[in-house]
C-alpha cells in the first residue's frame, strides 16, 4: 500500500467512524426526545457553527472549569473541549440517563453528571468544583417554570467567578414568544450585561445570551 | 439633546466628513440603538474607566455617560481638532484628549491612566491598511484591564470587503475572545458590534 492509499484510507476510516458516531448521536437523540418530550426542548441538535460562538466564552489559557447544563448528545461539548488547555475541567450536567450514558460512552473526555441543573451546587460541591469560569447552557428554557429557570439562574450565579460568563441559546423564532421575552426580562434582572448574538447557519437559527456580572452580590466565603 | 444641539452636532459632523474623508469611516452618525447596544459592555457598577477612541461628535458618549456611575473615568481620544473643540464644549464632562489612538499608551500616562475597563472604538478600521490594524490593536490590548472588554462598531455593508475580513482576523489573534453581537438594523449602515475579551499577547 502507498502512503497515498494509506493517507486515504485513514481518512476514509475516520469519515466512516465520524459518521457513525454522528448516527449514534442522533439515534440517541431522536430516541430520548420520543420517550421524554417535554425534557427535550430541541428539534435537532445543535450545529458546529453554534458551538463556535458559545465557544468564545471558553477560556484557552489558565485551568478554567466549565460546566454544560443539558449538554445532550454533546453536540457543543466538542467546540468546547477543542478550545480547553490541558488542567482544565470540563462537566455536563445531563437530567436524561440515556444520554448521561450516551456522553460517557462517546465523549470520556467529559465529566458527565447525570443530575438536575437545579441542584447545580450541590452536585459540583460534590465533585470539588467551587468555583466556574463559564457555565454553557442549553436547557430547553421556554419548558421550565419562572420559579424553575430562577432556581436554575440562582445556583449559576453563586457559582460563577465573578468575570465568568453565562450562556443560554434559544430558538430565534421563539425568542420573540412571552415565554422568550420573560426569559430575556430574568437574565436582565439576573446580570448587569446580557449580549445576544445570532447564528443563522442552523435550522432554525440561534440566539445566543451572553451574560455576564451577576447583580446581586454574591457572598463568597 | 435640544433639537438645536442635535443640528450643531451634525453640522460638526457634516463639515469634519467633508473637509476630511479620510479619516471618517461613517456616512451618518451612529444612532441611538448603536449607543444602547455598546454601552451595555460597560459595568454599571463600581467605578470603571471607560475609553472611547475616534468618538467623533460622541453619539456613543452620551448613553455611556447615562450607564456609568458617578466616580468613574470616561475618557475619549479624538484625533480631528474640529472634533475635539466640538466635543470640549457640547460635552463638558467628557476627558477628551487630542491625539491618535496609535499612542494610546503615551497618552493614557499622560492623563494618569493605568489600565482600562472598557474600549469602545468607532475607528474606521476598515480603511486602515492590516498592518496599522494590527498595530492599534496590540496598543488597545497593552491599555486593558485582564478583566476588561473591548467593544468596535463595524458595518454589515462592508462584512464583504477584504479589509472587513483581515480585521476581524486579526481580532482573533489578538482577543481569546471575540463574539459578533446581534446585528443593529435601526443604523445606517446597519451595524455589527464585537466585543472582545482577554488579550492573548498582552506585551506589557
Redesign the interface.
Known amino acids: 500500500m502507498t502512503a497515498h492509499q494509506d493517507h486515504r484510507d485513514s481518512r476514509l476510516g475516520r469519515t466512516v467512524r465520524d459518521a457513525v458516531g454522528k448516527f449514534d448521536e442522533y439515534r440517541t437523540f431522536l430516541t430520548s426526545a420520543v420517550h421524554n418530550p417535554r425534557m427535550m426542548g430541541a428539534a435537532t441538535p445543535t450545529s458546529p457553527a453554534v458551538a463556535a ?1 458559545v465557544s ?2 471558553v ?3 489558565g485551568e478554567p472549569v466549565v460546566v454544560e447544563l443539558g449538554p445532550g448528545t454533546g453536540s457543543l461539548s466538542d467546540g468546547i473541549h477543542r478550545r480547553l488547555p490541558p488542567g482544565a475541567r470540563h462537566l455536563g450536567v445531563e437530567l436524561g440517563a440515556e444520554l448521561a450514558t450516551h456522553l460517557r460512552r462517546n465523549k470520556p473526555w467529559l465529566e458527565v453528571v447525570n443530575g438536575d441543573a437545579g441542584e447545580l451546587t450541590a452536585l459540583l460541591a460534590d465533585r470539588g468544583v467551587e468555583r466556574v469560569d463559564a457555565v454553557i447552557s442549553s436547557i430547553p428554557w421556554s419548558l421550565i417554570d419562572d420559579a424553575g429557570q430562577r432556581r436554575i439562574l440562582d445556583q449559576a450565579v453563586e457559582v460563577l467567578v ?2 465568568g460568563a453565562f450562556t443560554a441559546l434559544t430558538y430565534l423564532p421563539a425568542s420573540r414568544s412571552v415565554g422568550g421575552k420573560r426569559f430575556r426580562e430574568l437574565l436582565g434582572g439576573t446580570f ?7 447564528t443563522w447557519l442552523n435550522a432554525p437559527p440561534i ?1 445566543h445570551y ?1 451574560c455576564r ?1 451577576p ?1 446581586r452580590p454574591q457572598e463568597k466565603p | 439633546m435640544s433639537i438645536a444641539a442635535k443640528l450643531r452636532e451634525y453640522r460638526t459632523f457634516a463639515t469634519r466628513a467633508l473637509r476630511e474623508p479620510a479619516t471618517f469611516g461613517a456616512v451618518l452618525p451612529t444612532s441611538r440603538y448603536v449607543a444602547e447596544a455598546v454601552a451595555e459592555v460597560v459595568p454599571s457598577t463600581g467605578t470603571p474607566t471607560v475609553l472611547e477612541l475616534g468618538p467623533g461628535t460622541g453619539p456613543l458618549s452620551d448613553a455611556l455617560r447615562a450607564r456609568i456611575p458617578d466616580g468613574s473615568r470616561h475618557l475619549a481620544v479624538e484625533i480631528d481638532r474640529g472634533m475635539v473643540d466640538y466635543l470640549r464644549r457640547a460635552k463638558p464632562w467628557l476627558e477628551v484628549v487630542e491625539g491618535d489612538a496609535a499612542h494610546l499608551r503615551t497618552l493614557l500616562d499622560e492623563a494618569g491612566v493605568r489600565s482600562v475597563d472598557a474600549v469602545i472604538s468607532s475607528l474606521p478600521w476598515t480603511l486602515l491598511p492590516p498592518g496599522e490594524q494590527r498595530a492599534l490593536l496590540d496598543e488597545i490590548a497593552r491599555v486593558l484591564d485582564p478583566n476588561g472588554v473591548f467593544t468596535t462598531v463595524t458595518y454589515l455593508t462592508t462584512l464583504w470587503r477584504v479589509r472587513t475580513r483581515e480585521f476581524v482576523g486579526a481580532l482573533d489573534e489578538v482577543f481569546d475572545e471575540v463574539l459578533p453581537r446581534s446585528a443593529v438594523w435601526r443604523n445606517v449602515p446597519p451595524a455589527r458590534v464585537y466585543a472582545c475579551r482577554r488579550p492573548l499577547t498582552p506585551a506589557r
Open positions: 460562538v468564545q466564552v477560556p484557552t489559557t465573578p468575570h448587569d450585561e446580557v449580549l445576544t448574538s445570532v440566539l451572553i456580572r447583580l
